[in-house]
């Protein structure tokens, strides 16, 4: 075996042939062993590339938010133009926990109060809307989902000024029902649905989805059906939003409704 190990490493020097061939191969074995590190290595890095990701486009947002500009997938606007302060901040954070086969589903986040997260901010992803916090710990947080019968969200027609809730029926993860809108509003199968802005929780523009299906009865909409941009079954990173205002809003509105 050494004699045959010596008889080949000669003929490959003496060759200029044999000696490309087996530097070749050589290279494709390194190659493709290097490949494969390579793919390895990216899959260890992915859950650290999807949260760097995450970070920055909350920073986007804040420093956007900073210039009285919120982004959303369906428009691009202008919050104040008179004091151009910053209404809303993000936070980034994890889904730990996701329920979305139950009655009332929640989401479990890991980022709490020493995140500054509190209770009734609004919950949302690069695809819309995902819930609203609910009990807030340190380091954690759950999220009441919009896959949960006691969930009321105020949304709107993209095309229009009519508004409407957007509730679900525990029938479908990926569903969910626009009620509560005038029959004065006409829709048609596509349509987009977005958060309509009256709540101090989500502003407005934010998807929600695409009316599918609808019936109308007794001269009133019966139901309607919106599917949603998200898979509620596939949350990963989310952000949470903060509304600088809503102290002010909610004070204002509980001394109006005592008066």
Do not use: C
Request: hydrophobic letters at 35%; aromatic letters at 10%; glycine letters at 6%.
């Amino acid at each position: 075996m050494l004699l045959e190990t010596i008889a080949i490493f000669f003929t490959i020097q003496s060759h200029s042939y044999h000696k490309s061939k087996f530097i070749n191969s050589a290279n494709f074995v390194s190659g493709g062993i290097y490949n494969k590190m390579n793919n390895l290595k990216e899959f260890y890095l992915l859950k650290e590339e999807n949260l760097r990701l995450s970070e920055e486009n909350v920073q986007l947002k804040n420093l956007l938010n900073k210039h009285n500009k919120t982004i959303s997938q369906i428009e691009t606007k202008i919050i104040d133009t008179i004091n151009f302060n910053q209404k809303y901040s993000y936070t980034s954070a994890k889904v730990i926990n996701n329920n979305f086969r139950k009655n009332n589903n929640y989401l479990t986040i890991n980022k709490g109060s020493l995140n500054n997260i509190k209770t009734d901010l609004g919950v949302i992803n690069n695809l819309g809307i995902i819930g609203i916090t609910k009990s807030v710990s340190k380091k954690y947080a759950t999220v009441l989902s919009i896959l949960n019968v006691n969930s009321r969200i105020n949304v709107k027609l993209l095309n229009s000024n009519h508004f409407g809730s957007l509730s679900w029926n525990n029938k479908n993860y990926n569903t969910v029902q626009l009620i509560d809108l005038p029959i004065q509003a006409a829709i048609r199968v596509g349509d987009t649905i977005i958060t309509g802005g009256r709540s101090s929780i989500f502003p407005e523009g934010i998807p929600v989805g695409k009316i599918t299906d609808f019936k109308t009865k007794n001269n009133n909409y019966e139901f309607i059906n919106i599917k949603l941009f998200n898979d509620m079954s596939s949350i990963g990173f989310v952000e949470v939003i903060n509304n600088f205002d809503i102290i002010e809003i909610k004070n204002l509105e509980e001394k109006t409704s005592n008066e």
